[in-house]
């Protein structure tokens, strides 16, 4: 480090440090300390904060840790230089967060607390690992742990070894070709209040369908077959007139927005996308189209998805307001699964009230008390 750098002005600062990595002759050491930076800031923002403390709840000093840290980049930092195990499992929850709207659902019909055995874990690892050499010639390697992110909730994170491959990279100054072995990262979620697990993996279908069986049959005790749950079908037609529910006043937002909506024409030949943009100040979008471009509002054009964002009040010293942002589709995906508990609550009554949802027809992955062994189907959706 140069002598005399100020740290208390962070404009200079930063552009100081930006010059002596610029200027550092160590190519290899420069190459590591890029990486590693790069890698500690990954979960610099909010879903990162909150996979970070999901990570470090059974550890008080990390969570202190965290807690007195001032930014997202800094908490990201921080975990990934003093407790590098749990940013890695940090990471594999943020990786659900962003990733976990794709994942497909399965009825397992079967409601027990998982076997978190080594015994258990590691017959899971087997039969994955034999799956895969069988039908792609790999896996010789596998790593999968299972944690309870919620009371009755729990996450299945597999990473299988891949073939062999051969990639051209810079090593320093010199192209070299390397050899690895990519990562076959998948996921798994189980709500053992509804017997419902979700599977994010690619592969399709039977990559899908080995994970769910061997999940039931080393981690649960029993063998089932998993049958897909096909999400049902929700009429988004109310939206042409906004999104017109007064209680989330009451609930504490201050503004509402119907952000997005998506449009099929009648004949399915023309599909338009439209957006409230933030010159409209934040004006819904079917007040804008009612104006700019009557014509699909008027029609018999289907409404085949849709964004509403919902404003808190910004908070004191602060003028930027907290926004939660719902999507949903005619094709039964939703985003709520993101939400906690009392906030999905809220979310879908909204949903019925504007007549997307019918009474009773939860989202919620966690609405009945955990009964051993019992057995049933869901009365839960998601995405």
């Known amino acids: 480090m140069p002598d005399g750098l100020a740290p208390g002005d962070a404009a200079d600062a930063n552009q100081t440090l930006v010059e002596v990595v610029k200027a550092w002759t160590d190519t290899d050491a420069r190459d590591r300390m890029a990486a590693n930076l790069m890698a500690s800031v990954s979960l610099g923002d909010e879903a990162g904060r909150q996979a970070m403390f999901?990570?470090?709840?059974?550890?008080?000093?990390?969570?202190?840790?965290?807690?007195?840290?001032?930014?997202?980049?800094?908490?990201?930092?921080?975990?990934?230089?003093?407790?590098?195990a749990l940013f890695e499992r940090a990471s594999d929850f943020d990786f659900w967060a962003h990733?976990?709207?794709?994942?497909?659902?399965?009825?397992?019909?079967?409601?027990?607390?998982?076997?978190?055995?080594?015994?258990?874990?590691?017959?899971?690892?087997?039969?994955?690992?034999?799956?895969?050499q069988r039908e792609r010639q790999c896996g010789d390697g596998c790593v999968a742990y299972l944690v309870e992110r919620s009371p009755g909730v729990y996450l299945l994170t597999v990473h299988v070894k891949d073939l062999a491959m051969l990639r051209l990279e810079f090593e320093g100054?010199?192209?070299?070709h390397r050899v690895g072995n990519p990562n076959i990262h998948m996921v798994l979620e189980y709500a053992q209040s509804t017997g419902v697990v979700r599977t994010l993996v690619r592969g399709g279908q039977k990559v899908q369908q080995m994970l769910v069986e061997a999940f039931a049959e080393h981690l649960l005790g029993v063998k089932a077959n998993a049958q897909k749950i096909k999400a049902p079908c929700l009429d988004l037609s109310t939206l042409r007139t906004g999104f017109?529910?007064?209680?989330?006043?009451?609930?504490?937002?201050?503004?509402?927005?119907?952000?997005?909506?998506?449009?099929?024409?009648?004949d399915g030949d023309l599909k338009i996308e439209c957006t409230a943009m933030q010159a409209s100040q934040q004006r819904s979008v079917h007040e804008l189209l009612k104006e700019k471009l009557?014509?699909?509002?008027?029609g018999h054009w289907a409404v085949t998805a849709a964004q509403v964002n919902l404003y808190y009040p910004p908070e004191p010293g602060r003028t930027r307001a907290k926004v939660v942002t719902i999507e949903v589709t005619?094709?039964?995906?939703?985003?709520?699964?993101?939400?906690?508990?009392?906030?999905?609550?809220?979310?879908?009554?909204?949903?019925?009230?504007?007549?997307?949802?019918?009474?009773?027809?939860?989202?919620?992955?966690?609405?009945l008390p955990p009964e051993a062994d019992a057995i049933s189907s869901p009365s839960a959706f998601e995405d």
Not at 294 to 298: D, I, R, S
């Open 330 to 367: 005619s094709k039964g995906r939703l985003n709520l699964h993101k939400f906690d508990n009392k906030l999905q609550a809220q979310l879908e009554r909204y949903l019925v009230k504007v007549g997307i949802l019918q009474k009773g027809q939860t989202l919620s992955a966690q609405e």
């Open 173 to 176: 100054v010199v192209l070299k």
């Open 294 to 298: 009557p014509g699909p509002l008027e």
């Open 54 to 84: 999901e990570a470090a709840m059974a550890d008080p000093a990390a969570v202190t840790g965290l807690a007195l840290c001032q930014s997202d980049l800094q908490r990201s930092f921080w975990l990934y230089t003093h407790h590098p």
């Open 244 to 266: 017109d529910v007064p209680e989330v006043f009451d609930d504490g937002f201050s503004l509402v927005q119907l952000k997005s909506l998506t449009l099929l024409s009648p």
């Open 99 to 132: 990733h976990g709207s794709q994942a497909q659902q399965y009825d397992l019909g079967v409601k027990r607390t998982p076997i978190d055995t080594e015994v258990a874990m590691a017959a899971l690892r087997q039969a994955i690992s034999a799956f895969y």
